[in-house]
C-alpha cells in the first residue's frame, strides 16, 4: 500500500493504472475510519482491480462552530487500517494542496442539497459536492462507493456525478450498525456512555417508522410524531429533525402513495455530538 499526498503524483498514478487496463474502485473518506468504512473498502476490491482510499478532513463541508479542529485524525492508524482492509493507496493531501491560495470554485446541487441536513449545515453539501467532484478528477475512479449511512449525501452526489457528466459508477454500501442498532459513525466517540447507551432510541425509531408504513400507515405526519415522542420519551437527545420523505427528492410526505420509494432520516442532538441515521423502503 503506498500513501500519495500530492494531486498531481495521484492524477499519475491514475493514469498509469488505466493505462496499463486496471479499474480503479475509490472510497472517499475524512478518516478515523471504522467498521463501516472498512466494509466500504473490503467491498471496494470487488470492483476494482486497485482501491483507492482518500483520507482528508475536507475543511469546505463544515460550518463555523462545527467540529472541524475537533475532527478525530490519525493517518497512521488509518493507513494501517485501509491497507488491511485491501486498499492499494491512501490519497491523503493537505488542505492547501486542496485549495490553494485564491482557489474560487465550487460546485453547488440545487434543490435537494437545501433541505435536511441542508438546512441545518448550510453550506455543507457544496462543500461535499466540491470536494467529491475534485476527487474525482484527481483519482479518476471506474467505481465510487459511498456508505448509505448519509442518505442525502448518496442523493446529492448521484445528482452531481449524472449533472456534470462524471463517468462514475457509483455503488451504495448498507450502513453498518453496532449489535445494538447505532450506526457506526466517527462521531460516536463524541458520545458519554450515558449518551451512547441512550443512541440506539434513533434506529429503533427509524424501524418503528418503517414498520408502521409497512403495516399501512399513510399519514407521514403521524409516523414522524410517534418518531418523535419515541426518541425524546427514550434519550436527552434534542431533534433537529425527523423526516419521512420521498426517496427521490427527499421532498416531505404528507400523504403517502404507493407504489413509492420513502426515505425516513433523522438528525438528533446529543449535547454538542450531532447524529443522522436513515431508513430507505419502497412500498
Ligand atoms: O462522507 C464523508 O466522509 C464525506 O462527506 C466525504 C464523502 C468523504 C467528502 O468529504
Redesign the pocket.
Known amino acids: 500500500m503506498i500513501i500519495v499526498h500530492d494531486p498531481p503524483a495521484m492524477q499519475q498514478l491514475a493514469d498509469d493504472a488505466r493505462k496499463s487496463g486496471k479499474t480503479i474502485a475509490f472510497v472517499?473518506?475524512?478518516g478515523a475510519l471504522h467498521a463501516g468504512h472498512l466494509t466500504l473498502i473490503r467491498k471496494a476490491t470487488g470492483y476494482g482491480d486497485s482501491v483507492v482510499t482518500s483520507i482528508?478532513v475536507?475543511p469546505t463541508?463544515f460550518g463555523a462552530g462545527e467540529d472541524f479542529d475537533r475532527y478525530p485524525r490519525n493517518l497512521d492508524k488509518d493507513a494501517a487500517l485501509a491497507a488491511e482492509a485491501g486498499s492499494d493507496v491512501v490519497f491523503a493531501p493537505s488542505a492547501g494542496a486542496m485549495y490553494p491560495q485564491g482557489y474560487a470554485t465550487f460546485v453547488s446541487v440545487e434543490g435537494i442539497a437545501g433541505l435536511l441536513e441542508g438546512q441545518s449545515r448550510p453550506g455543507h453539501f457544496r462543500g461535499?459536492a466540491t470536494?467529491?467532484a475534485k476527487l474525482c478528477l484527481i483519482v479518476k475512479p471506474h467505481v465510487l462507493l459511498?456508505g448509505q449511512k448519509?442518505g442525502q449525501?448518496v442523493i446529492v452526489l448521484r445528482r452531481m456525478l449524472m449533472d456534470l457528466n462524471i463517468p462514475v459508477r457509483l455503488v451504495v454500501v448498507p450502513t453498518v450498525r453496532e449489535k445494538d442498532g447505532l450506526a457506526m459513525s466517527s462521531r460516536n466517540v463524541y458520545l458519554t456512555p450515558g449518551q451512547r447507551e441512550e443512541a440506539p432510541v434513533l434506529y429503533a425509531s427509524l424501524r418503528m417508522a418503517e414498520q408502521r408504513l409497512r403495516e399501512g400507515e399513510r399519514n407521514a405526519e403521524t409516523v414522524r410524531s410517534a418518531m418523535r415522542d419515541m426518541i425524546t420519551s427514550g434519550s436527552h437527545g434534542v431533534i433537529d429533525y425527523v423526516s419521512v420523505a420521498r426517496g427521490d427528492t427527499l421532498e416531505e410526505l404528507s400523504v403517502i402513495a404507493p407504489p413509492l420509494s420513502v426515505m425516513i432520516s433523522l438528525a438528533v442532538r446529543f449535547g454538542p455530538t450531532r447524529l443522522i441515521d436513515n431508513i430507505s423502503l419502497t412500498l
Open positions: 472517499p473518506t475524512m482528508f475536507n463541508q461535499v470536494v467529491v459511498l448519509d449525501q
